[in-house]
């Protein structure tokens, strides 16, 4: 073949690289959008094994997408989680550390701006950040657009994210948007709203059963399943109005229910939450990973499905090869961090999962633990926003326990705590038997102490309280628990 052939020969070749090079550039970034919920469990739905709640919605997502049965926070509490979601920080790292802190350290940005030079429109509905726009600028910036929501007392619908999806033009940039639902955050739905019975319910282990607990906890169930709807009807909104094929469905909670042994904790029940995702031709669906991952690495997954890079000083990082089924793992080591809610809980407590095991630093033993939901219920004179919040069953457990040493038992293990606490997740996933004083697992508990304790001091870990603590000295117990002030028994 002559030159002239060989040149007309390789025009063809040429001009097929440039359309495959320009279809490539062209190529429009995928939208996200994100679900939030609010003190949803990670054991609340059928898609996490509880038959009894009917979220068929979410279950349709795990059966389009991938399930992951090990995503953490950084924190059981509301304000400290969804910083660290935005910063890509945990919180000694970003500066919230407690609940209704508001104030980043200096130099820390949050990964929002990141998403906004990338092109995206983002967009906010409900509650995303912590306590509205006057709070959570510190970590969204102006370029985000809030469709409407952000407290707990506002009824919150679709209806203003179906009129922006309408008005969007065709041409508009990539969207990330970010919906926050607080029906599963007290207070719940009135109890005459309920689909199930009380008789129905499933009360968590640990907690003693009485039947008004099961009352509160068909509005919960309520409350989830509300939930589920909304993400049904985003579903819809995202098929009419965005590209499907090119859209991350998202879905995840900022920490456990607000119910013993769970929020405002870091057992398992306090700081896994559900995360479940859906790209089509993307993710494989009806999948499941047990990859550990935490909430410091949405964003810069988001980032990195973008196609940027997020900052290299952040601790988060892009899970997208567990998305995509490509590896199975991520992290090795899981830390979470809990200072208090102001003067309702002061209990610092710290925390490290690696592989199957779990091992807790309750800072303060001497503490008594108390959360809004036992403190507003005993409240005198009882204030009717504390109330709406409150434990509205608390009571029974009380009266119970006059008589009823499991009763007595339950309060006991709620009120007070041990220094350490270990548990194999493997054979104990509730977190049930304390291996801390086992002769027998010495090594292990020794291994994850000293991984906190270095940890606490990577950080500058500062120890600090979030309101004046009460001691369990002088903490009022029934009398048929007197004797009875720690939860840890020797173990064979």
Not at 233 to 261: C, E
Not at 351 to 367: A, M
């Amino acid at each position: 073949m002559n030159l002239i052939s060989q040149r007309r020969s390789l025009i063809p070749l040429m001009l097929f690289s440039l359309i495959i090079h320009a279809t490539i550039c062209v190529a429009k970034p995928p939208n996200f959008v994100i679900t939030i919920a609010d003190d949803h469990g990670v054991y609340h739905s059928s898609v996490y094994g509880a038959s009894e709640f009917q979220t068929h919605n979410l279950q349709q997502m795990a059966n389009d997408g991938i399930r992951f049965d090990n995503a953490y926070v950084a924190s059981p509490a509301c304000a400290p989680s969804r910083a660290a979601l935005f910063t890509g920080r945990m919180p000694y790292s970003n500066g919230i550390v407690g609940n209704h802190e508001f104030e980043l350290k200096p130099g820390v940005r949050s990964l929002l701006p990141t998403l906004l030079q990338q092109g995206y429109e983002v967009v906010f509905h409900g509650k995303v950040g912590h306590a509205g726009r006057k709070h959570f600028g510190q970590y969204v910036p102006d370029g985000v657009k809030i469709l409407g929501g952000g407290g707990l007392q506002e009824t919150m619908t679709l209806d203003q994210v179906e009129s922006f999806l309408k008005r969007r033009p065709k041409d508009a940039p990539p969207l990330a948007l970010f919906l926050g639902w607080t029906d599963t955050h007290t207070a719940w739905p009135p109890k005459e709203e309920a689909r199930i019975a009380p008789e129905d319910v499933v009360i968590p282990p640990k907690i003693f059963d009485t039947y008004e607990a099961r009352v509160e906890m068909t509005r919960y169930v309520e409350g989830a399943e509300d939930i589920d709807r909304r993400v049904g009807q985003t579903r819809g909104l995202i098929a009419k109005h965005l590209d499907v094929n090119n859209t991350l469905v998202v879905y995840t909670s900022d920490h456990g229910m607000p119910w013993p042994f769970a929020k405002w904790s870091l057992y398992e029940t306090g700081i896994r939450t559900p995360l479940i995702a859906v790209w089509p031709g993307k993710i494989t669906p009806n999948s499941s990973t047990d990859a550990m991952v935490s909430w410091i690495d949405l964003m810069p997954t988001l980032v990195d499905l973008a196609g940027g890079a997020s900052p290299s000083d952040i601790d988060g990082r892009s899970f997208a090869n567990v998305l995509f089924g490509k590896t199975d793992q991520h992290r090795d080591v899981i830390y979470a961090t809990h200072k208090g809610d102001n003067d309702k809980n002061v209990y610092p407590i710290r925390s490290v999962r690696v592989g199957k095991w779990k091992y807790i630093r309750n800072l303060h033993p001497e503490f008594a633990y108390t959360t809004h939901t036992d403190v507003w219920a005993k409240e005198v004179p009882r204030i009717d926003g504390h109330w709406a919040h409150a434990g509205h069953h608390w009571q029974s457990y009380i009266d119970a326990a006059k008589t009823d040493p499991k009763a007595a038992a339950f309060l006991r293990d709620y009120h007070s705590n041990p220094a350490e606490e270990l548990y194999d997740l493997e054979s104990d996933p509730f977190e049930k038997t304390n291996l801390a004083t086992s002769p027998g697992h010495r090594g292990k508990l020794e291994e994850l102490r000293n991984l906190v304790v270095k940890r606490m001091k990577e950080v500058n870990d500062d120890q600090s309280l979030s309101g004046p603590p009460q001691l369990l000295k002088d903490f009022s117990l029934p009398e048929i628990m007197r004797n009875h002030t720690t939860r840890s028994k020797p173990q064979p």
